[in-house]
């Protein structure tokens, strides 16, 4: 029976609002097919729970990130986790020739969700959410269409789309002067252009590389005093037994932090003031080691923040904290996101008003459930409860698989 057929029979209307239905259309609606999304939806298919996943798979990878990227995560992390472990990043190469690169091209990857996503696809509706409101026995979902339907738990996969961070100085400026690495801009309409971008994580300094590359004039300004590079210590990989003592497979900040990243569920009882430090530490602004060969002839100015922004003739004047100035056709902001699930436009304000949260992001139970019974969140959302390894691709193991446990044995309730 299709989607439609089984929403028309369970149609009651009431009144002029949305039609209501007398049964539950599926135990889950997973908002969101992007890594978090497709893998939880692999694993609660497995485990014989009924899921729609909602959206373009792959949407924010294929149309948000820059032109040109590698993926900085290294190959053994960047697989989107399936219960049998047969639909890996390795699988999907093998299968089509592809070679093993390494980093991973942002086009490789691309491809493989979405062919990640062709096994589990029966149960894919692209279309969008635009309402999620809870009723008595779960929840309604609204798409894009105006179709609805019931569902008894939602998981929200949704991603940082919203969570974009835009300095205070930038905001009034016109997106043709500003933009954010996370509009994916192409790189290559930069071509004799002159180009501020604003930050030092990978996003800022790897787009600075493409644009240069592009042949684009670019300045590199960033607050922090120095650029800082990440995997600098090569050597401590290199030490057998004691570099796995040190790092675990994920490689997701420092020497012994890695390890505390690699166990989300230890991190999740530490006190959040910890918990906090160990996040930020573990993702504070770097680039990957392939950047400074590439950032050799950009101009780089560190230790220095702009505090006046306006637009002049076709480009932008900037002032800086040392009283000297700038002028660029355009100021790209590499200047990251802020969790902050208000920004999902798709969560109905009584939804909401039920959330529990700490800073913009939701406080979770071990199996990624919210203050709201049945309503669950899972990648960067849930870093705040389970530490950093969730903001990464290499976190999906984990989250599916505690999600799934969890739904499995609350079934009924
Ligand atoms: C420039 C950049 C580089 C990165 N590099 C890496 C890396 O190398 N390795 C790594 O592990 N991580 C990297 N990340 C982090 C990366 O974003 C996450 O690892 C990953 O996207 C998490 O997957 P996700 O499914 O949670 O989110 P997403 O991939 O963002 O997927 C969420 C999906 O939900 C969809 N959606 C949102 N709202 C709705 C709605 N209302 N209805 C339907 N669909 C909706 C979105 O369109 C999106 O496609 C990078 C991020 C950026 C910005």
């Known amino acids: 029976m299709s989607f439609s057929q089984k929403m028309d029979e369970n149609s009651l209307k009431l009144g002029p609002g949305l039609p209501r239905r007398t049964t539950i259309d599926y135990e889950g609606a997973i908002i969101g097919a992007g890594p978090y999304g497709l893998s939880a939806a692999a694993h609660l298919r497995a485990s014989g729970i009924s899921v729609r996943v ?17 993926l900085r ?7 989107i986790s399936d219960p ?9 190469e093998t299968a089509f020739g592809k070679p093993p690169n390494a980093p991973v091209p942002l086009g490789t990857f691309v491809d ?4 990640f996503c062709k096994h589990f696809s029966e149960d894919l509706d692209q279309k969008n959410v635009v309402s999620i409101r809870p009723e008595r026995q779960g929840f309604v979902v609204v798409l894009e269409s105006g179709d609805n339907l019931r569902v008894q738990r939602v998981v929200v996969a949704a991603g940082i789309g919203p969570f974009k961070r835009t300095p205070d100085v930038f905001k009034h400026l016109d997106s043709a002067l500003a933009s954010h690495c996370y509009d994916g801009r192409s790189v290559r309409s930069f071509a004799g252009r002159r180009v501020a971008v604003i930050g030092a994580g990978q996003s800022a300094l790897e787009s600075a590389a493409l644009l240069h590359e592009a042949g684009a004039e670019v300045e590199v300004i960033a607050k922090i005093p120095h650029l800082r590079w990440i995997g600098m210590h090569q050597w401590l990989h290199k030490l057998g037994p004691i570099s796995s003592l040190l790092y675990s497979h994920h490689d997701i900040g420092p020497a012994g932090i890695s390890r ?6 230890v991190l999740r009882h530490l006190p959040l003031e910890l918990r906090d430090k160990i996040r930020i530490r573990a993702v504070r602004p770097a ?18 923040m702009v505090t006046d922004a306006r637009a002049v003739g076709d480009g932008v004047r900037m002032k800086l904290d040392d009283g000297s100035e700038r002028s660029a056709h355009h100021v790209l902001m590499g200047t990251g996101y802020s969790v902050d699930i208000d920004k999902y436009e798709f969560m109905s304000p009584e939804l909401l008003k039920g959330v529990q949260l700490f800073d913009g992001y939701p406080v979770l139970t071990s199996g990624f459930c919210s203050s709201v019974p049945g309503l669950h969140f899972i990648g960067a959302t849930a870093a705040r409860s389970f530490g950093p390894l969730l903001y990464f691709v290499t976190g999906t193991e984990f989250a599916s698989r505690q999600l799934t446990s969890y739904i499995t044995r609350n079934r009924n309730r």
């Open 54 to 70: 909602f959206g373009e798979p792959m949407a924010f990878w294929a149309q948000k990130m820059p032109e040109g990227m590698l």
């Open 73 to 79: 995560s290294p190959r053994v992390a960047s697989n």
């Open 112 to 115: 493989y969700g979405k062919w």
């Open 84 to 92: 049998t472990h047969m639909f890996t990043l390795e699988s999907f």
């Open 287 to 304: 680039g990957s080691q392939w950047l400074p060969e590439r950032l050799t002839k950009v101009k780089v100015s560190t230790g220095r």
């Open 260 to 265: 505390l990243v690699a166990m989300p569920n």
